[in-house]
């Protein structure tokens, strides 16, 4: 009986629920879109039909037209989760390293505060900032550092300035949390075998944050690949993104079946692009250790060479 | 010398950081003093966006059916994900349901939140109009299980990780003990997840609290979620009030965040513990 | 052809039915399930076994007993809130207001929802209206609770697209042309083909163009001197080639409403509807700086409609509200908030003192000059130009 009863309770049984919610609520609609994906639009009124089954949606999503948008929705997400860590890296580390540890918390809270604003109401701050006639354009017109003031708004580099800081918070995060793990112990060990401060950071304090990095990385690209917000608030004719193209086709076109393809060839994108990251951050790291590790040659190199691979 | 402008550097660097972070929040709240019809067009300082914020039924409801639906699903959310976080985590290196729920939770997250809301409107409709299903006919219902279905991921990845590194000594002695299984579960193997329950619970709570793209493509009228009847605002002529209500709302959340701190230094649990919970 | 024999079940005036049967069979190819699968329905009959997809979900009967909510489905800031919020105070019903920015997204919201939508009134463009009634999207008006019906301006009744006012009631109408900055554009601009001009010289990089496939399209057919509803595939090939070469390079933003683009800064000519240009310069600092142009030789003349949607859960509120806003007072306040006219009588006399009236209640000489905006065969070309002159517009 008991037997039973644990069966029941098992892990198996546990992740049930887990298993049956996530089938019927994502994995049946979602793989239902994804189908369409392979139909096509027959008439105006129709927004998908699947008598004849194709990949012409697919060559169709990757025209010049849309493939440029979709590049540049990449070179959007690549470059803004590279300036996050760029921001986030010096800043982590000043958090977790140079602030007084009973600041920290009170820190760490504030940097979730904008996370805690709404997405929408961040972006439309922003708006505000950059429009040409805001107060932060007048205010560079009379001190005389811009003459015809600020010429942001509903450009690429708007979406730009948009995402970097709706993402920042879960790129800094991360990082901290693997930078205080780190230790303050590693690196005093660091300092007193003669390394200098560069040394230290790059040889014990950010190898070790290694895993922030790739989860803020992660957390970033991830999202930012998909948004479509910040690019409808900010970003004019120029910064449209791809979401906003599959929106499109969903919403105006409603063309499902070109919209769907479009879909998953972002899902591909955003896969790829995550997979070659981690391939080169590999390539990277056993780069660094080739370079760095430090080969104790045994006391006695008998016979027993060919038996340590 | 040296060390003290580097340390210097740092400071400036984080100062920066924060005002980069907070700019936007800053111009948000001084534009909710705006008496013109239009937010980003400043016409004198008063307070009557607060005052026909707070007497706008249409907002006020947006705000209840924000945190209804935010509370809803992260209560769903957080159940189901500790159950999956749970049994992924001590399910065996390489068991086909626990490989496959990985995958697919992982899936979740890297698909585009556009094409969750597109496969979603549908499915309702079917659930609601053609199986008769007809609280999937409800607004409310409906964003809170499309938002429980986002962040049920992040909540078994956090309780996951959270108890990856717990013996599962300590359960075995528990039924040695003579206890069942029921309350093996929930005296010992709860207690230990909570942190991470209480981590993931949060951020589902939140994702909710911020989620447009999906909400926009299920909501219903009488159940628009906040951020929703923002986007929408966004499209016209945007007004004070909506900076005004955001306003309301940060305090708030400052207060709720007050409240946390003030509960976690009680129990001695640090801050930086909770979110190191979070994002491990 | 077999499939013609499955019977598809309509719910339809009688007087519509043999139009309806028409446009099934004559759409010539698309088999039943295609038809059945129409905008937004995709797919679902693949999972109902019994080919009822396109079940609608019904509306309680109108009992003369007003509801205590009402949703309103209408495009952006198109209704005066005071005006809503008193007829929430005196009737007891709590609007809400949700916006939309297209008729396609209207039109989607409610296909997709097969009447769980939850709103009662929507607010369609006249051009829609034909396609909406065949796919069931909105129901039959009942004028007889609708008494103030009878304060329409009968110019505006009983149009091309309604002959009989069953489905739909003038809710406002307008015609689009743009505005300019004078500081920027330094000559007067009177036609389409100013427009392309100066988009491509003074106003390069600072021109915004409406959210609209058919308005977008409408600006290169009149520059040519063509019909704007034309669906000749050379003409509208040569049309595409001026968006994309003349208009879309120089392009900032695409948006739905050219206020906030004139109060936001940093655009010089933008393409509008005339309400929302006058909106704009009652919000701007320095109205003097914006001059509203009718361009020639033709424009669009459209006419929203309030209409009851399928499945409206509050038809007596509905009706209620609606007779509301077009009782003589209401109408006129609205019309100073919106800016168009709302197609009551005797609204030219009584708004005279409103500001810039006469980019309301345009001449009569711009009136005749105007057409109205067909969206049938001709759409989809249009929206591909669009998608075309979107991506031009971001390389």
Known sequence: MKRFAAR???????????????????????????????????????????????????SEALTSSSLATFLATLRISIVGTIICLLISIPFAYWLAVKVRPERRGLLLALVMVPFWTNFLVRTLGWQIMLSNEGFVSKTLQAIGLSDGGLDILYTRTAVQIGVVYNYLPLM???LFVAMDAAGRHLREAS????????KTFFTVTLPLAMPGVVSGCLLVF????????????????SGSMAGQLIANQFNTAQNWALGAAMAVILMLATLIVVALGGLLLWALRSLMERLNSVRITPPEPAVSEGSRA | MRRQTRDLGFTLWGVLVFIYLFAPIAVIVAYSFNTGRILASWQGFGFDAYISGINNDVIV??????????????????????????????????????????????????????VDGISFLPWFVTLGVDADLTWFNNGLVRLIVSHAMFSVAVVTFIVRARMAGVDTSLQEASADLGATPWTTFRRVTLPIAAPGVMAGALMSFTLSLDNTILSSFVQQPGYTPWPVYIFSAVRV???????????????????????????????????????????? | MAERDHRVRFLAPRSEAPRIRRQLLSAAGPSRRAFLTGVGLAGLAGLSACGQTGRMASSPPADGEIEAKLNLYSWGDYDDPEIISEF???????????????????????????????????????????????????????????????????NFTHQEFDPENRYSICKAWGTTGYVYDRTVIDRELTSWQDFIDAAGKEASGSTAILEDPWELTAIALASMGEDVNTVDEAILEKAKTIVVDDIAPHVRAYMGNAAQGMTQGGLSLLHAFNGDARQGLLESDDPDRWQFVFPTPVANLWMDNWCLATGAPHPDAAYAFINHMISPDAALRNVDYIGYHVGTQGLKEEAADFDFPDIIFPEQEILDRLVPSEEGAGIQPRVEIYTAAQTRSSA
């Open chain 2, 237 to 280: 002529a945007l007004r004070p009030e909506v900076a005004a209500i955001s306003t309301v709302m940060l305090l708030l959340t400052l207060l709720a965040l007050a409240l946390v701190g003030l509960v976690l230094r009680r129990s001695g649990e640090s801050s930086t513990d909770i979110v190191k919970t979070i994002v491990r």
């Open chain 1, 222 to 237: 991830i999202p930012l690949n998909g948004d479509y917000v910040t690019a409808t608030v900010l970003g004019g004719a």
């Open chain 3, 88 to 154: 929430s105070d005196t009737a007891g019903v709590r609007v809400q207001v949700d916006s939309y920015g297209s008729n396609d997204e209207l039109m989607a919201k409610l296909a997709g929802t097969r009447g769980t939508s939850g709103y009662d009134i929507v607010v369609p463009t006249g051009s829609r209206v034909q396609q909406m009634i065949e796919h069931d999207l909105i129901q039959p008006l009942d004028l007889t609770r609708i008494p103030n019906f009878a304060n329409m301006d009968p």
């Open chain 1, 8 to 58: 029941i309770l098992g892990p198996g049984a546990l992740a049930f629920p887990t298993w049956a919610y996530v089938v019927f609520f994502f994995v049946i609609p979602v793989a239902l879109v994804l189908w369409y994906s392979f139909g096509y639009k027959p008439d105006e009124f129709t927004t998908v039909s699947m008598e004849q089954l194709s990949f012409d949606r697919y």
């Open chain 1, 172 to 174: 800094i995060l991360p």
């Open chain 2, 61 to 114: 409801s947006s705000v209840i059916t924000s945190l209804q639906a935010a509370v809803g699903s992260a209560l769903l959310a957080t159940v189901l994900g500790t159950l999956g976080g749970i049994a992924l985590a001590r399910a065996r290196l390489g068991t086909w349901w626990a490989l496959g729920l990985t995958g697919l939770l992982a899936t979740t997250l890297v698909t585009p939140e556009i």
């Open chain 1, 191 to 198: 300092y007193d075998l003669g390394a200098g401060p560069w």
